[in-house]
């Protein structure tokens, strides 16, 4: 009986501390995200930016975005103002084309973000 | 995967797409992509390149890496016209089929980045969806290209068949339509006699 009691508390306590890391991790790293690039779009333009390392058109992003002229020019801006993007005008076809690449800071970025996402799966690991 | 990016590096060369500059390094880039999975397509042995068609597609994120850290062999310089790499001789003449089909398009030279991305494109639905209907090509690549006018893409729609057509036999049902066709044309034949 002494013995199962130690083994449950044990187990409680390595529950705990588990969560405890996951929660503190989770704060940690949420309070080093760029709050300038947290939003949803923002996130989306970014991991889209990660995947394709040679960049994307503004065009690109608008079709797979979804989102109007005014809010995607708006969260470009605020993404380039921050130092995370990079914007580019080739050309294409004889046309100017606005090509967007992620900068090295902003590969950092989509780093920490993949962090806190990885620190909040495991504290919803540890709830359950 | 550096013999594959080599490959790559003589396919250009053998289609004579050889023109990298620094300003265009972005667009010379893509249209290296669409060519690469064209080739794949093909029956060119790049066997490490897999390619995905939502993300910028037909895209390889492997090819990108490869050339971003290879870029001396990509980056042909347009002088250089040696060629020593061996293809068979099933890959050369897929290569020549590719060079009469879609190099010698006049899009080709009005506008080749957005020839090769709507070709890409086609061709990507026609392998991988066994779809050769013109209109409903036309609305999937719309779909996820609406940058891409109609005009390009209905003649990429028709390249992409006669491209295809020496390595992917019409489905039945096509085959059924076209004879179909031909004996409605048979009957208009007589009648006019």
């Known amino acids: 009986m002494v013995i199962f009691k130690f083994v449950k508390s044990s187990i409680i306590l390595s529950m705990g501390t588990v969560l405890d890391d996951a929660i503190r991790s989770t704060i940690d790293t949420a309070r080093l995200l760029n709050k300038r690039s947290f939003t949803i779009d923002r996130c989306v333009i970014l991991v889209l930016l990660y995947c394709c390392s040679d960049g994307m058109q503004y065009r690109e992003l608008k079709s797979m975005l979804a989102i109007s002229d005014g809010k995607l020019i708006a969260d470009l801006t605020a993404l380039v103002q921050a130092g995370l993007v990079r914007k580019r005008t080739e050309l294409w076809d004889n046309k100017s084309l606005d090509v967007y690449t992620l900068d090295e800071y902003g590969i950092a970025e989509v780093e920490l973000c993949k962090k806190f996402f990885d620190a909040y799966q495991k504290t919803q690991g540890a709830c359950m | ?193």
């Open chain 2, 1 to 193: 995967m550096l013999d594959d990016l080599k490959t790559v590096a003589a396919v250009l060369k053998f289609f004579g797409f050889t023109g990298w500059e620094p300003r265009n390094d972005y667009v010379y880039r893509f249209n290296v992509q669409k060519i690469a999975y064209l080739c794949k397509v093909m029956g060119i042995r790049l066997n490490s390149y897999d390619f995905s068609i939502y993300l910028h597609g037909p895209y390889s994120q492997a090819l990108a890496t490869d050339y971003n850290a290879c870029a001396a062999i990509v980056n042909v310089d347009p002088r250089d016209q040696s060629n020593d790499h061996a293809f068979s001789g099933g890959e050369r003449e897929a290569l020549r089929h590719m060079k009469d089909v879609v190099f010698s398009n006049p899009l080709m030279q009005a506008h080749p980045a957005e020839f090769l991305e709507a070709l890409s494109t086609v061709v990507f639905f026609i392998i991988n969806e066994d779809d050769y209907s013109h209109d409903s090509l036309v609305g999937k690549v719309k779909e996820i290209k609406p940058h891409l006018s109609a005009r390009i893409l209905s003649i990429a729609v028709n390249v992409a068949k006669e491209l295809l057509i020496s390595i992917k036999p019409p489905s039945a049902a096509l085959v059924d339509e076209l004879s179909a066709w031909e004996r409605m044309g048979d009957g208009l034949d007589k009648d006019t006699q």
